[in-house]
């Protein structure tokens, strides 16, 4: 009351921009308000809101988001506010919103307005499809992990359309066990370990069930031409990180950005998945994985990847790497076949060596030649 009191005492511009603020004060001051009382302060509302600065326009918002008889006129201006810090606080309300108001601002609104209709009470289906098509990974964080918002196809074919986003949520989204095989396998660069884990053991489960189809075993093996191997072991051990790299996008037909962040990756899964797909021996991948992360990572840290290394199927290996190459899907469903091979049911036999001729049209990006190189 001191407030309402003290406007007698301003100047008259600053009294008319304070009255908004006081009769806010005043009017949460009261546990309930009749029909009349509401439509007056709502025509108030109305009408001195455009004249009330920001700050003013900030308190009156976190006054009405914690009031809980807010008229729902007034969120509505408010949630469309111009200052994303007063919308926010108004869209943060449990009061009453129109679901016009809340894809309006999860289309236009500032990322701090979109973080606040992602952690409201509820969450109309169109609303949520809104918050995916624009919301950053850390707001669909908050989204995602509602129980109201399920990770149905068409939510992965929202995401799928925006690759960095995905990406940064592979590893909440494989730790739910939300991700289909072709997202496990495309995205395994982006994964922590446990997620990388899950997309192996996809990856093998797709393999064995070539394996019942076909009843051949030979699926199940790489057949690689031993000259490209051993130009491969040759460039990883004595042509530096990035020979090896270009050679591994080469012969795996991978892009060169792929291949430089799989031979980067300090995990090293990445890298025993692609030696795996090649089919280098035990003793030839545990050179290359010394020569390579025998800096970066410990020794107990070296003998986890090679026994990883003896447990991957070539195939299943060969699996992971066609989702890397293929990306993320424009369309993802659940299919229950495994992703196509364009090498066939068998690591293609004939791939050319390392050094031959390129053929027009292969499709094979060259790495950036800015790329370092070690020893």
């Not at 004249?51 to 408010?78: E, F, G, K, N």
């Amino acid at each position: 009351m001191e407030g309402v009191v003290d406007l007698s005492l301003e100047p008259e511009r600053k009294r008319k921009a304070g009255v908004l603020l006081a009769a806010t004060e005043l009017y949460v001051a009261r546990d309930r308000h009749d029909t009349a009382e509401q439509r007056i302060f709502s025509e108030l509302f109305r009408q001195l809101l455009p004249d009330a600065p920001v700050q003013h326009r900030r308190m009156i918002a976190s006054l009405l988001a914690d009031y809980a008889h807010t008229p729902a006129d007034c969120l509505s201006l408010l949630a469309a506010d111009a200052d994303a810090d007063v919308a926010a606080r108004a869209l943060s309300s449990a009061g009453p919103l129109a679901e016009t108001d809340l894809m309006t601002g999860a289309a236009r609104g500032a990322e701090t307005v979109r973080r606040a209709i992602a952690g409201r009470s509820a969450m109309p289906a169109g609303v949520a499809q809104v918050l995916l098509r624009h919301a950053d990974a850390e707001t669909l964080k908050v989204l995602l992990a509602r129980p109201d918002c399920p990770l149905d196809d068409e939510a992965f074919a929202i995401l799928a359309a925006r690759p960095q986003v995905l990406a940064a949520l592979a590893p909440e989204l494989a730790s739910r066990r939300a991700l289909p095989a072709p997202l496990l396998f495309a995205l395994f660069l982006d994964l922590d370990p446990a997620g990388r884990m899950e997309a192996i053991a996809a990856a093998e489960a797709r393999a064995l069930g070539e394996l019942a189809r076909k009843g051949d075993p030979r699926v199940l093996n790489a057949a690689f031409k031993p000259a490209v191997l051993k130009s491969l072991v040759d460039a990883a051990l004595s042509g530096g990180v990035a020979v090896f790299a270009a050679h591994l996008a080469y012969t795996l037909a991978l892009s060169g950005d792929t291949a430089a962040r799989l031979v980067d990756d300090t995990g090293g899964e990445a890298l025993v998945v692609a030696l795996r797909a090649l089919g280098t021996g035990d003793s030839e991948s545990g050179r290359i994985l010394v020569r390579l992360l025998g800096q970066s990572v410990p020794l107990d840290r070296l003998r986890q990847l090679i026994s990883l290394h003896d447990r991957i199927t070539p195939r299943a290996a060969m699996l992971l790497v066609e989702g890397l190459r293929a990306g993320i899907p424009a369309s993802v469903v659940r299919p229950a076949s495994g992703i196509a091979s364009p090498f066939g049911g068998i690591a293609h036999a004939d791939r050319r060596e390392v050094g031959a001729p390129r053929q027009t049209g292969s499709g094979t990006n060259p790495l950036a030649t800015g790329r370092r190189d070690v020893g």
